[in-house]
Structure formats: structure tokens, C-alpha cells
């Protein structure tokens, strides 16, 4: 890649860019050329080896590319073929906003096409996907379903044409399919899964069986929030029938007998979590109810295992953490069932985040880093208040206060984009200020100490009571719950003050 283009990359998002990465085109060339080697650019992309600690520094060049060549064509259909790419790019950098304009405009310009064609048909079907899983992605179910109905017509009329359009109709079918079952039509679902299967059967060849056991696996976990288990095991009796014609030694393979444990696991997980429902407050002595309980827990413990083998840190970094957040929250649940223990469970999953934030950067992997804080954070706060029954002196409880003090401080710092509180966590913002409010006044030891956690409790309350009022006129989700908070925070703060106050007179 040339020096002077790595420079301007490099200022622009502080990335690191490899000698081995494919050479954006010249501008410089004819439209047509450019359009060509553009193409072309984006298809070589797609093979190169991504360093999972720097996810999106290719994605930033392409983004990039596509940014500055859409200003030198001219053919609306081209610009359209290039802003579908550039919106694919800006999702997948977590840029969803911008991700959305671009496929808006993409959308429009290639909306004109009449016909089957075989450079732009395929890219009109993509952009079509493409905001229908955007949509979705972002709990939008009904205009992903507008996009997607598009998307299957134009399929069903083409498919015929070749082989791209008819795994491109699978696709979308595909897609639908879990946009419907998210939508409480699981009879639609289910009817979509049926084309799967018939798919399968038609095409016939062991790459295609591959393909499509993964879209129905991952489908099967819209049936799993559905509380739909004898489909879902029904998904499962169908891997089972036919993974044994596959390699073993394929790396795909192993990925797919990784996702079948999975979905085992979150199954046996999502009884559990039943249960807990069923039995808000469990009485220790039904062991009939537990025996129950430990054989999932078991189950799901053992599939988790199994599936870690691999997913690993190395190479799947987002994978291998939502797993590990599933273990600790099967942890959280089976501690509900299990009283002499549940300490002990409890501490078990602070330890599983705790260790797995000291494995992940927060510049790469915000998000990630932010979910786990908080639940982090509530882990060794369940720990403390299980512990305080049976260990009066407070002050021994101090090694659990204060990592879960830490965890919810790094929450919120990882709640800030560009200096601004996102509104998407505002509530949960609000929530952990509450949490670190109410443990800033169990620290305990001499005065000076306790002086000085309940200042940092009054500054807690008091951000609290803030963050609320300014976001109580905006359209949060969450926006009573925020308003219980800050009410509940207007009132310790006003007893803390007192009672500091009461302290400095007595002192």
C-alpha cells in the first residue's frame, strides 16, 4: 500500500495497516475501471486474515475507498453498488447511523433497476438485506420485515437465474425467518424452515448441508425465546442426523458441533431461568425442584465446556466472551436454588467477568466491556449482601465492596461517547450510581473512613438525581425507573448530608 495513503489512514482512525492487505485502486482511473477494480478490491478484502485485537482496521480502509470513489462515478447504479458497500462497512464498524444514511441512499439508487441484471441485481438484493438485518439488529422488527418481504419477492422472481441469487433467496429467506420469529410468528418461522430443509435437499452437496445446518442452528434460538422447546430440539435432532456426513477435521465443522453445544446449553439454561420464575422464593428443603435444577445446570455447565474448546480468546474474542458471560450468568442462576451455597456461586461469577475484563482491551471491545463492568459489578454486590448475613463485621466485606465499586466506576466511564452520556444507558447509569451510592455506606473502619465513603455516597446520589433530570424529557425506555432512582437518590442524599453534618458537630 502506498506510504502517503497509510499516513492519511493512519490519521485518521490511528490504525495499523499491513504490508500484506490488497491496494485500494487509483481514483485516478475511468469510471468503469474504477467501479471494476473496486469490486474487485472489496472481493480480495474478504479473504485477507483479520487480527481479532484490531477488527475494523480493514473495514476502515474499504470505508474509506468507497467514500472517495462514490464521489467520482457518475452512474447512479454504480454509486448505488458502492454506498451498499460503504453502509455494510460503516455497520460492521459499529457506525449504525451512518450505516443506515448510506444504505437509504443506496436503496434509492438502485431502486430504478427494471429487470435482471447481473452486476446490480445481486448488490440491490444485499443492500435489501442488508437494512433488513440493520433494522433488526436495532429491535426495529417492522421496517426490517418491510425490507426483507421486498427482498423475498425479488428473490422468489430471480432465484432461477444462477446459483449467486438462489443462495442469496436462501439468505433472505434465512433472515426473514428469524425477523418473524422475533416478531411472535413462529408458525411463519417454522413454514421458513421447512424452505430451508426443502433447499437442502435440492442442492444436495456436503457444502450445502454445512450451510444450511448453520442458518437452522442459528435460527433455532428464535424458537428458544419463544419457549418453544420441542422445536427447538427438534433443530437439534436435525444437527444431529446430519453432521455425520461432514469432515470432523474441518474447522467449520468443529464451529458447528461448537454452536449445537451451544444451543444445548442455552436450552438447559433457559429451564433453569423457568424455574426461577416459577420459584421467585425456593424453598431449600423441595429437593425435588433441585434435583431438577442440578441436572440442567449440569447439562448446560458441561455443553458451555465444550463449545470453549473452540471458541478461544484467540481468534474469536467476542464469541469466547459471550460464552464466558453465559457461565457466570448460569452461576447467578443456579444460586438461586442453592442457599448454603449461594455465596459461593455468586463470588464465582465476579470471578469469571473479573478475569475476562483483564483479558480484553476496552479500546477494541467497548461494548463488551461495558455489559461486563456492570455485570461485574452486581456480581460482587450479591456477594456482599449474601455474605453480610453470616459475617456481621463489615469491614472484613471490604474486599468485595470495593472491586464492585471499581467494576460499576468503570461502567460508567464506558458509558460516554465523545464526552456526551449515551442515552441508550442512561438508565443502567442511573442504576449503578444507585448501587455504588448504597455500598459506599457499607465501607466500614474508623471515622475517617466512613467520613469519607459517605461523601462519595452524596456525590453518587447527587450525579443520580443530575443524569435524570437531565434526560427525564427525552424517549427513554427506561425513563420510570430512572425517576424511581432519583427519587430514592434525592432522599439518602438529604439523610447523609444530616447526618454528616450531625458528625462534624459531635466531632
Not at 253 to 275: F, V
Not at 409 to 428: G, H, N, P, V, W
Request: aromatic share 10%.
Amino acid at each position: 500500500m502506498p506510504k502517503e495513503s497509510k499516513r492519511l489512514i493512519r490519521e485518521s482512525y490511528d490504525i495499523q495497516i499491513s504490508d500484506d492487505w490488497p491496494t485500494p485502486p487509483s481514483l485516478e482511473l475511468t469510471d468503469e475501471s474504477l467501479f471494476t477494480s473496486g469490486l474487485a478490491f472489496y472481493e480480495q478484502c474478504q479473504d485477507v486474515q483479520i487480527d481479532p485485537k484490531r477488527p475494523f482496521d480493514l473495514r476502515y480502509i474499504l470505508r474509506d475507498f468507497f467514500t472517495e470513489a462514490i464521489d467520482k462515478l457518475i452512474d447512479k447504479h454504480q454509486i448505488g453498488v458502492f454506498r451498499t458497500l460503504k453502509g455494510i462497512m460503516c455497520m460492521d464498524t459499529e457506525d449504525n447511523y451512518e450505516a443506515v444514511r448510506q444504505l437509504d441512499l443506496a436503496h434509492d439508487a438502485l431502486e430504478s433497476l427494471d429487470g435482471y441484471d447481473d452486476v446490480f441485481m445481486p448488490y440491490k438484493l444485499l443492500c435489501l438485506q442488508t437494512m433488513g438485518r440493520l433494522h433488526f439488529s436495532r429491535g426495529e422488527h417492522e421496517r426490517a420485515l418491510i425490507y426483507l418481504e421486498v427482498a423475498e419477492e425479488m428473490g422468489k422472481e430471480y432465484e432461477s437465474v444462477n446459483s449467486k441469487m438462489h443462495q442469496s433467496h436462501t439468505l433472505t429467506l434465512y433472515y426473514l425467518a428469524q425477523c418473524l420469529a422475533a416478531s411472535d410468528d413462529a408458525r411463519t418461522a417454522a413454514m421458513l424452515l421447512d424452505v430451508l430443509k426443502r433447499q437442502k435437499k435440492e442442492e444436495g452437496s456436503d457444502l450445502d448441508v454445512k450451510e444450511w445446518l448453520f442458518k437452522v442452528l442459528e435460527l433455532s434460538q428464535y424458537f428458544l425465546s419463544e419457549k418453544d422447546y420441542e422445536a427447538h430440539e427438534q433443530i437439534l435432532d436435525m444437527i444431529k442426523e446430519n453432521y455425520n456426513v461432514l469432515d470432523i477435521m474441518e474447522e467449520s465443522t468443529r464451529q458447528l458441533l461448537a454452536n449445537y453445544n451451544l444451543c444445548i446449553a442455552r436450552q438447559h439454561a433457559a429451564q433453569i431461568e423457568d424455574l426461577m420464575n416459577e420459584y421467585p422464593e425456593f424453598d431449600s428443603n423441595n429437593t425435588e425442584v433441585f434435583d431438577i435444577v442440578k441436572e440442567h445446570f449440569t447439562f448446560a455447565n458441561d455443553s458451555y465446556q465444550k463449545a470453549l474448546e473452540f471458541y478461544i480468546l484467540d481468534g474469536f474474542v467476542t464469541d469466547h466472551c459471550n460464552i464466558k458471560r453465559d457461565i457466570a450468568q448460569l452461576y447467578h442462576q443456579y444460586a438461586h436454588f442453592y442457599e448454603k451455597r449461594r455465596a459461593l456461586y455468586y463470588m464465582r461469577r465476579a470471578d469469571v467477568l473479573h478475569k475476562l475484563l483483564g483479558e480484553i482491551t476496552r479500546e477494541h471491545y467497548l461494548e463488551l466491556n461495558r455489559v461486563m463492568h456492570y455485570e461485574a459489578g452486581e456480581a460482587y454486590s450479591l456477594v456482599f449482601y449474601e455474605r453480610i448475613k453470616t459475617v456481621p463485621d463489615r469491614s472484613r466485606l471490604a474486599v468485595v465492596i470495593k472491586p464492585a465499586l471499581n467494576h460499576f466506576k468503570q461502567f460508567r466511564e464506558c458509558c460516554f461517547i465523545r464526552d456526551t452520556l449515551s442515552e441508550e444507558y442512561s438508565a443502567l447509569y442511573v442504576t449503578s450510581l444507585i448501587h455504588s451510592g448504597k455500598l459506599h455506606l457499607e465501607l466500614e473502619g474508623d471515622l475517617t473512613v466512613v467520613i469519607k465513603g459517605h461523601k462519595e455516597a452524596v456525590k453518587c446520589f447527587e450525579e443520580a438525581v443530575d443524569v435524570y433530570e437531565r434526560q427525564k424529557d427525552k424517549d427513554i425506555d427506561d425513563i420510570e425507573s430512572m425517576k424511581e432512582h432519583s427519587e430514592f437518590a434525592a432522599k439518602m442524599k438529604e439523610l447523609i448530608v444530616e447526618k454528616l453534618s450531625l458528625i462534624g458537630k459531635n466531632q
